[in-house]
């Protein structure tokens, strides 16, 4: 099945990962989406959503194209939950294309990263409830 997002302009985009995707990406951001598997590269896009959002767009490209819709403009409208919903789309895209070992692995690799980053946003909220960080942030309102 192929993968729908909208972005921040309510655009709606297909994200179909494929031979033709993939070459595309390789030949114009010099990227290798088959390295997903190794987590690296899967790492990489979690964390830089300048990459990802220029790995969507190729991927998406042959849409664009046909909408006018240039990197810049599509840029523009990938923030907040249009950049989550594209990372999902586009991971689970990914995970599609490959065969059955290789998907079960980035599968596994996929719940493990949703796992780490629930306990990181936990953690942060945790961190903004406690008595330390306001003790802290009135200890630097005071000191100026």
């Not at 599509?74 to 989550?84: L, N, P, V």
């Amino acid at each position: 099945t192929v993968k729908t997002f909208n972005d921040n302009a309510g655009r709606n985009w297909m994200l179909s990962v494929n031979v033709g995707a993939i070459k595309r990406v390789r030949s114009l951001l010099s990227v290798d989406l088959m390295q997903v598997v190794e987590g690296k590269l899967l790492k990489q896009l979690i964390n830089d959503p300048v990459l990802l959002s220029d790995i969507i767009y190729v991927v998406c490209k042959t849409e664009a194209d046909a909408q006018s819709v240039s990197d810049e403009d599509f840029g523009k409208a990938m923030a907040g939950d249009a950049i989550e919903y594209a990372t999902t789309a586009l991971l689970e895209e990914l995970a599609e294309f490959f065969p059955l070992e290789k998907r079960r692995l980035l599968q596994k690799a996929l719940n493990k990263l949703k796992t780490f980053e629930t306990k990181a946003l936990e953690m942060a909220n945790l961190r903004q409830d406690s008595p330390e960080l306001e003790a802290e942030m009135e200890a630097a309102l005071n000191a100026v």
